[in-house]
């Protein structure tokens, strides 16, 4: 099972629909979560962050937590086709030996087509 | 542009041959991480530095892969006797201190060919 895996994708919506991505992951002791974007080419940027259960809004970004049932999602509502990219969902463990190191899942790639 | 930067950002070798790249964080950021990454894959993490101390690896860090960073600023990653599995995008990230450890900065990363 690996440790962080991803909706398959690829994901196709329309112009000025909610986009939907989904990820989980499998170490209970997991804390931090996070959204990174990265467009063809480029190297990967953070979009969003969130460590405690519940929703987390900014603009047309929303996270949600739920460590329950170890589940992460992305909501990207109004999309446009700038949002056209693959996301990376990333997880970072409890402890002091974590350092930061993030585990990626391998990405949703998002196509919003006009 | 005060991003991280890398350096080079292609390098093609023959299987064998050993390379060296550069990461050079964005000022003031003591934190850095060196990534791998493959086609249609997320990155792997590799390996950390906070200041000049280099304090996890990956097993992925095989005894091929070494990387260094003197007086806690710029990083080098060097692969040595490169295989042709080595061909990746290696990305280099860096975070300042006090702030959230996941919430890392990327440069434009370095991709490796081996023939």
């Known amino acids: 099972q690996k440790e962080v895996e991803q909706n398959s994708g690829p994901l196709s919506v329309p112009e000025g629909a909610i986009a939907s991505l989904n990820c989980t992951y499998s170490d209970r002791v997991s804390q931090s979560f996070f959204w990174y974007r990265q467009y063809s080419g480029k190297s990967p940027e953070l979009i969003m962050s969130?460590?405690?259960?519940g929703d987390k809004e900014d603009g047309r970004f929303t996270a949600q937590l739920n460590k329950a049932s170890q589940y992460v999602s992305l909501l990207i509502r109004d999309s446009q086709p700038s949002d056209s990219a693959t996301y990376l969902c990333a997880v970072i463990k409890a402890g002091g030996t974590s350092y930061g190191k993030l585990t990626f899942g391998q990405g949703t790639i998002l196509t919003v087509h006009p | 542009d005060t991003g991280v930067s890398q350096d080079p950002r292609h390098k093609i070798t023959k299987r064998g041959q050993n390379v060296t790249f550069r990461c050079d964080p964005i000022s003031e950021h003591n934190r850095l991480y060196w990534y791998r990454q493959t086609l249609g894959q997320g990155p792997e993490f590799l390996t950390y530095f906070q200041n000049e101390a280099q304090l996890e690896k990956s097993r992925l860090l095989s005894d091929r892969f070494s990387a260094e960073r003197p007086k806690g600023s710029f990083s080098t990653l060097e692969i040595q006797r490169t295989e042709q599995g080595d061909s990746a995008m290696y990305l280099c990230?860096?975070?300042?201190?006090?702030?959230?450890?996941?919430?890392?900065?990327f440069g434009p990363g370095t991709r490796l060919t081996v023939l």
């Open positions: 969130i460590y405690s259960n």
């Open positions: 990230a860096s975070s300042p201190p006090g702030t959230t450890l996941g919430e890392q900065f």
